[in-house]
């Protein structure tokens, strides 16, 4: 290994401790003890989304299960 290459290795392990220093850094003011609620988010349009699609979930399932019913009555009518 050259003088050169030995001085770039040890500037980039130098550059990479500062960042993490810097990275570790502006997170210490931060506290994590418990995350604010979904709807304060960027994702609090998506949470009501989320349960609106599974209400209509529920809503096919029940129609589906009906018609299911349906079906099964329709052929055990013609079958007898």
Not at 17 to 34: D, I, K, M, P
Not at 56 to 79: F, G, I, P, W
């Amino acid at each position: 290994m050259t003088r050169k290459s030995r001085h770039i290795n040890a500037s980039a392990r130098g550059a990479t401790l500062v960042v993490a220093a810097l990275l570790t850094a502006c997170g210490a003011g931060q506290s994590s003890a418990e995350p604010p609620p979904v709807e304060d988010t960027a994702f609090g349009d998506l949470a009501g989304a989320v349960d609106e699609a599974r209400a209509v979930e529920s809503t096919l399932q029940e129609h589906k299960e009906a018609l299911d019913r349906a079906l099964e009555e329709n052929e055990n009518a013609t079958a007898e």
